[in-house]
Structure formats: C-alpha cells, structure tokens
C-alpha cells in the first residue's frame, strides 16, 4: 500500500534543513534503493524556499509507514512543525498500475 507523508517545516528553520540534507538525501536513496520510495520533493514557499516535504513511500502498514517516516533525519533533527502518514491511491500517471 502507499502512503503519504506530509511535512510542515518549523518556521525559521531552513538552516536545519540544509545542515541536514546531505543526511536526508542518503536516506531517500536508500529507499530508492529498496524500492520503497515512490515520489519525493519539497514544499516551496512564496520564495521558493522549501517549507516542508512530501513523500509517497510505499509500506505494509501504517505502523510500517509511520515507523519508516520517522527515520527521516530532518524529523530526527527537529526540522518538522507537524508530519502527517495518510493512506494514499495513486491513481493517474502511475507507471506500475
């Protein structure tokens, strides 16, 4: 099953995103890796700056999807305001349907 992941970065926060990003970057790379990363990308604000992140991973559970989302190392690092696993169908443009 897919799911969602929606983050809120804290205000104010961009410097932890990018002392983190090298982290974050090899952590999505190893869920590339095992197939398990389907999209991912930042939110960008009126000065397209990222805000936050969106990621579509795909999991057994929403157990395993909450437990892989917190594994990401912006969230260890305290970047995230609020994170968001919502069950998600992936229905247009989806290269495995």
């Not at 799911?3 to 410097?15: F, M, N, T």
């Not at 990363?37 to 990222?50: E, N, S, V």
């Not at 991973?57 to 157990?63: G, K, P």
Request: hydrophobic content about 35%; glycine content about 8%.
């Amino acid at each position: 099953m897919l799911y969602a992941v929606l983050c809120k970065d804290k205000p104010e926060h961009l410097h932890v995103r990018m002392e983190n990003r090298p982290r974050h970057l090899e952590w999505l790379d190893g869920l590339n890796d095992k197939g398990t990363l389907k999209i991912a990308g930042p939110f960008l604000d009126g000065d397209d700056k990222p805000c936050g992140s969106m990621l579509i991973i795909e999991a057994d559970s929403q157990a395993d999807a909450e437990a892989i989302a917190a594994e990401d190392p912006y969230g260890k690092a305290g970047l995230f305001e609020k994170v968001e696993v919502k069950p998600y169908k992936w229905l247009y443009n989806n290269p495995e349907a």
